[in-house]
């Protein structure tokens, strides 16, 4: 599928959970295994990895380096924003251009890059007027340290706003059989042919506890983490789901999702 111009598979990697605590705090309790599933996922094809740097903070990004750099051809990474975490229970929406040109800067450094593929803000600062928060981000892409833009957790009305600031590819918000609030922001990408970036795509493991979903996946004999996934596939041609985690075994499955088909009466039950 198309993420602006650049080429990615349809199942990308949420490296969120390569931090394995609950608080995406601080460092993997496994680094050597942590750096192990980031180069598996490369490996199955994996080719986007949704990361951002509050994840730690920091902590996701220096792993993505650490295991791929330098990077495959055709590999795209995605960061995001914007975000302050003054202790691991916080996650404080910060859009200050300062702040925000501090983030990127720290980000291509992590990453070891020169420019960010597409750079997410991660939520909408209700201090910081939009446009502010957006026009810095503008001004970092006409600096050519951004490709392209996009944004998390917005409604279908500040995507209509920031489109007339600044071209937006991808919107990321939460999504997946068992929350389907952003329903009208997909069905918006849609229409805009915007890439839709769903997190929690199996919500933080909810949706795996869904009984049709479970039996769905024992009829077909797969994972209900396959099923949920396929779902996803099958909801929208924009859906790029990230699955994310700190497990082999979980990441080959979940990218073996691509392939699985579900029937339209599978659909219709779920």
């Not at 800067?105 to 960010?116: A, C, D, T, V």
């Not at 918006?188 to 839709?196: D, M, R, S, Y």
Request: one cysteine or more; hydrophobic letters at 40%.
């Amino acid at each position: 599928m198309k993420l602006g111009e650049l080429t990615v598979n349809r199942i990308g990697f949420g490296a969120m959970r390569v931090i394995d605590n609950g608080s995406i705090w601080g460092e993997p309790s496994d680094r050597a295994k942590a750096l192990k599933v980031l180069r598996r996922a490369v490996e199955l094809g994996v080719n986007f990895f949704d990361t951002a740097e509050s994840y730690g903070p920091h902590t996701s990004e220096t792993l993505i380096a650490e295991a791929l750099h330098p990077y495959p051809k055709g590999f795209v990474i995605g960061t995001k924003c914007g975000i302050a975490r003054p202790r691991a229970s916080r996650w404080d929406a910060d859009g200050r251009p300062e702040k925000l040109k501090k983030d990127l800067e720290g980000s291509l450094k992590r990453l070891r890059l020169e420019r960010i593929d597409l750079y997410q803000l991660h939520a909408v600062d209700p201090k910081v007027p939009f446009e502010v928060s957006l026009g810095a981000l503008a001004d970092m892409q006409r600096e050519g340290k951004i490709r392209h833009i996009g944004l998390s957790n917005v409604t279908v009305r500040q995507l209509e706003h920031a489109r007339n600031i600044v071209p937006i590819v991808s919107v990321q918000n939460r999504y997946s059989l068992g929350d389907r609030n952003s329903e009208d922001v997909l069905k918006a990408c849609e229409k805009l042919g915007i890439v839709f970036l769903p997190w929690y795509p199996l919500g933080d493991g909810a949706v795996l506890r869904i009984q049709k979903l479970k039996d769905l996946a024992k009829k077909l004999q797969v994972t209900p983490a396959q099923v949920g996934i396929a779902w996803l596939l099958a909801k929208s041609p924009v859906m790029l789901p990230i699955p994310g985690t700190s497990s082999v075994e979980h990441l080959e499955q979940n990218v073996a999702a691509a392939t699985l088909k579900l029937s339209a009466d599978d659909l219709s039950l779920l």
